[in-house]
């Protein structure tokens, strides 16, 4: 086997592991808290029945809280790890070599908290694009995605090529 054309292996370490946060949910926790407080307050209205509506809110909560813990990210020198699922639980995992551009924003509200999300695009055809919502430290996980991804693409020796389709050209007849 011609060792010019492997690229050397090296060993997968752990750079990053973390969840998207539960800040992401404000307006539909406060939802949550609005119906309950709606059930609360009319159990002296109805005969007690409210208290049956109060299970709904608290149910709703639970399985979205649930969910999003649920979800976890691992960055590691080589790929993006995203597992999900409550029952089933599906693991995708994103080749960083893959990985085209990456954009990180925070909107006003997640900056308060210290949260931002990171958006990636890739040349994956099951994930074109990849985000991670509400993390802590978004600045560094992007540093840290960032030099992965240059490693990885020189340890494969794999470059990223730019085609533009030509609108204006010469067509077939």
Known sequence: MN????????AETFLWKGHTSQWVHFWYYLFCSLLAGAAIGGIPFTLGLSAIGLVVPLFMWLV?????????????????KISSGILNRKLDELELFRVKDYAMDQPLFLRMVGLGN????????????????AI???????????????????????REMDVDSHEGGLGVV
């Open 3 to 10: 060792s010019e054309s492997t690229p050397p292996s090296s």
């Open 64 to 80: 979205r809280w649930w969910i999003t813990k649920c979800t976890s990210y691992e960055l590691t020198s080589q790929r993006l």
């Open 118 to 133: 990171l958006t990636l695009v890739t040349s994956d055809a099951s994930s074109p694009a990849v985000t991670i919502s």
């Open 136 to 158: 802590a430290n978004v600045e560094d996980v992007r540093e840290k995605l960032r030099n992965a991804v240059q490693a990885e693409r020189d340890r494969k020796r794999v």
